[in-house]
């Protein structure tokens, strides 16, 4: 079997997306951005950031939109490094905690901005070719694949550089899915974006950003529930496999009670970078 040139990348991610459990919205995004303040700090993180900084590589010069911001991973390190930067998302309580970090460093050059990657962007004020760079890190969750590039490559004059997930995601651990007997997806989201990409006529470039985690938690309660929240429609013996792989994996500290998986996992990124036209 051939794969044709018209294979439609677009109806193929849609369809892939209609699959997939609620995607999660502005409220579920408001809660966990305590959480992500915190995580801001963890080594993960940091080698995460630190990579895809590299993998930037900005001139001193360049003006950067950071879409699906977050607290700010990348645009506090860019913002310090002299880039003006407009940090957008649709989550007012990440916008907060960014503007608070923003207000405590006074940083002058960054502009946080309310904006949904659904919404029409040039009502929304945002100007064609008005940066530099335009980056989305972790953060194209969206209905429309196509028209999310489409919106990144209308306003970036230079570069526009996302990272996508190559596994089922980030929570995804291959090594509990294997265990509860079910089928590793092989095309991931990045597989979309960067044939997508191509259909449309740029040339991108892919490299990747591993970086190492030692999952923690308060109780062996929170473990099942951050693992299960990411596995559809886990059937009750796919329940007990997961719990078997946790109490083999889970070992207590016994300091403060808490608990931490005995090996650190994986989770490797696909930069992906084109010039938009
Ligand atoms: C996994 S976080 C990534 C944050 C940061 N870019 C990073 O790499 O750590 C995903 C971010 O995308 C934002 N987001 C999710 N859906 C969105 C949408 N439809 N419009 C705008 N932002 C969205 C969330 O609020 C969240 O801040």
Redo the contacts with the bound molecule.
Sequence with gaps: MGITMDFDWREAWHIRDSKRRE????EY??N??VD?VK?VERAD?SQ??QI?LEFLALQPSDSVL?????????TLPLARAGHDVIA????DA?LDALTRRVQDEKLANVSVKK????EDWLAAGIQPKSVDVAL????I??RDLHDALEKLNMVARDRVCV?MATSLG?RSVSEIVEYIGRPIARIADFTYGFNMLIQMGYYPEVRYIDSYKRDRFDSFEQALDYFRENIEDLTSDEEKLLNEYLREHLHVNSKDSSLAMDYERLIRWAFIAWEPR
């Design positions: 995607r999660n919205g502005q995004w408001n966990r951005a992500f995580k993180y995460y950031s895809f950071d879409m699906g911001c977050g607290n700010g991973i990348l957008a998302d649709f989550s990440m904006l949904d990657w659904d989305a890190s972790r953060s969750m969206v990272t980030p």
